[in-house]
């Protein structure tokens, strides 16, 4: 998928969104975590500081350079652009040595951790965010 085109890259995201509408909230997380998990990972593309710079959901998918934080806003944008009733609460973490995380329902759900892989915190030792951007950051980017 992620080797294709960029019109067929959004055909396919488009898709995956139609179908976790309706889903349960665990089963939407672990499709939205497998979808990002394939995407071709590059060493730094975007800049916690430079959010306002950051691209919209299409721009990320069109340019396809997705390092660790370009992974998270597109889980993000994917779980935000789905108005899933579940899910009451999203933010992008730094937890730490350059590896960001996404936080779902004040902290429950971790995507990103490990890729393709929904984390209940309860299940992580010693797990430590050093700081944290909730969604209303970059949700104008979607609208």
């Given at each position: 998928?992620?080797?294709?085109?960029?019109?067929?890259?959004?055909?396919?995201?488009?898709?995956?969104r139609h179908?976790?509408?309706?889903?349960?909230?665990?089963?939407?997380?672990?499709?939205?975590?497998?979808?990002?998990?394939?995407?071709?990972?590059?060493?730094?593309?975007?800049?916690?500081?430079?959010?306002?710079?950051?691209?919209?959901?299409?721009?990320?998918?069109?340019?396809?350079?997705?390092?660790?934080?370009?992974?998270?806003?597109?889980?993000?944008?994917?779980?935000?652009?789905?108005?899933?009733?579940?899910?009451?609460?999203?933010?992008?973490?730094?937890?730490?040595?350059?590896?960001y995380v996404?936080?779902?329902?004040?902290?429950?759900?971790?995507?990103?951790?490990?890729?393709?892989?929904?984390?209940?915190?309860?299940?992580?030792?010693?797990?430590?965010?050093?700081?944290?951007?909730?969604?209303?950051?970059?949700?104008?980017?979607?609208?």
């Amino acid at each position: 998928m992620w080797e294709t085109h960029p019109d067929k890259r959004l055909v396919v995201w488009h898709q995956l969104r139609h179908e976790c509408k309706t889903l349960p909230l665990e089963e939407t997380l672990q499709k939205t975590a497998f979808f990002w998990s394939k995407a071709p990972l590059a060493l730094h593309y975007l800049h916690w500081d430079t959010v306002e710079s950051w691209p919209n959901p299409w721009e990320l998918i069109s340019d396809d350079i997705y390092c660790d934080l370009a992974l998270c806003l597109g889980i993000s944008y994917t779980l935000l652009m789905l108005d899933h009733p579940e899910i009451n609460d999203l933010c992008i973490a730094d937890a730490g040595e350059g590896h960001y995380v996404v936080l779902v329902n004040n902290k429950k759900y971790i995507l990103n951790w490990s890729h393709g892989i929904v984390l209940n915190t309860s299940s992580i030792q010693n797990f430590n965010i050093t700081r944290s951007m909730d969604s209303a950051m970059f949700t104008h980017k979607i609208q």
